[in-house]
T-cell receptor, first 114, second 118 residues
Framework: AQKVTQAQTEISVVEKEDVTLDCVYE???????LFWYKQPPSGELVFLIR??????QNEISGRYSWNFQKSTSSFNFTITASQVVDSAVYFC???????????FGKGTHLIIQP | GAVVSQHPSWVICKSGTSVKIECRSL??????MFWYRQFPKQSLMLMAT?????????EQGVEKDKFLINHASLTLSTLTVTSAHPEDSSFYIC??????????????FGEGSRLTVL
C-alpha cells in the first residue's frame, strides 16, 4: 500500500523567511510519481510539480525548490523569501502511474504573516 | 494548458435528494477520470476511478450504490450522490489525464464541487 506522510500540520512564519515543507512516502512500486499541490482557501488544487522516481535531480522554479531523495523516501519543498500569497494548504501526493489515482498526504497549512 | 471543469461549483440540497456533479475535460480526451472527496480541514481521499465505457472502480469503503459514476464519453464523467445525507456534505474534486495516464501525460484537477446537505 502507498502512504504519504506530511508530519507538519501547520507552519507559521513571517514574510521573507524561508520555509521547508516535509514529505515522506512509502511505496513498493519501482516506478512512481510524486507531486506537490497548493490549495488556497477557494479550494481548487494548483499543480506545482511532478517528479518521476527515476529523476532525482532537484528542481528550482523561482522561489520554489524541491529536494527528492530516494534513499530517505523524501520529497521536500522549500519556499525561499516567503510571501503572504504563499499562504495555503500544501499537499504532497504519490501515484504508481497508469490508471492509479493519487494518494495524498494530510497536507501542511502554511501561514505567512506580514 | 489542459482544463478540467466541474459543475456545479457548489450545491445545497435537502436530505434524501440526489445530486449530480459533472466533470468535463475541455480540450482533451480522458479515458480515465478520478473522483476524490475532501472533508473540511482534511486531505483528499480517492473515491473511485471512472473508466470510459466501463464500470467505475471504487476504493474500499466507498458505496458504489450511493455514489453512482457514469463515464459515457471521453470528455465527461458524472458523479451522482444518491439519497444524500448531511454526512455526505463534502468537497468533491475530479481529475483527468489525457492519453496514457501519468506515464505519458499530466494530471489535471477540476475546480471542485462543494456539496451541502441540509
Amino acid at each position: 500500500a502507498q502512504k504519504v506522510t506530511q508530519a507538519q500540520t501547520e507552519i507559521s512564519v513571517v514574510e521573507k523567511e524561508d520555509v521547508t515543507l516535509d514529505c515522506v512516502y512509502e511505496t513498493r512500486d519501482t516506478t512512481y510519481y510524486l507531486f506537490w499541490y497548493k490549495q488556497p482557501p477557494s479550494g481548487e488544487l494548483v499543480f506545482l510539480i511532478r517528479r518521476n522516481s527515476f529523476d532525482e535531480q532537484n528542481e528550482i522554479s523561482g522561489r520554489y525548490s524541491w529536494n527528492f531523495q530516494k534513499s530517505t523516501s523524501s520529497f521536500n519543498f522549500t519556499i525561499t523569501a516567503s510571501q503572504v500569497v504563499d499562504s495555503a494548504v500544501y499537499f504532497c501526493a504519490l501515484s504508481g502511474g497508469g490508471a492509479d489515482g493519487l494518494t495524498f498526504g494530510k497536507g501542511t497549512h502554511l501561514i505567512i504573516q506580514p | 494548458g489542459a482544463v478540467v471543469s466541474q459543475h456545479p461549483s457548489w450545491v445545497i440540497c435537502k436530505s434524501g435528494t440526489s445530486v449530480k456533479i459533472e466533470c468535463r475535460s475541455l480540450d482533451f480526451q480522458a479515458t480515465t477520470m478520478f473522483w476524490y472527496r475532501q472533508f473540511p480541514k482534511q486531505s483528499l481521499m480517492l473515491m473511485a476511478t471512472s473508466n470510459e465505457g466501463s464500470k467505475a472502480t471504487y476504493e474500499q469503503g466507498v458505496e458504489k450504490d450511493k455514489f453512482l459514476i457514469n463515464h459515457a464519453s471521453l470528455t465527461l464523467s458524472t458523479l451522482t450522490v444518491t439519497s444524500a445525507h448531511p454526512e455526505d456534505s463534502s468537497f468533491y474534486i475530479c481529475s483527468a489525464s489525457p492519453g496514457g495516464g501519468l506515464g505519458t501525460g499530466e494530471l489535471f484537477f477540476g475546480e471542485g464541487s462543494r456539496l451541502t446537505v441540509l
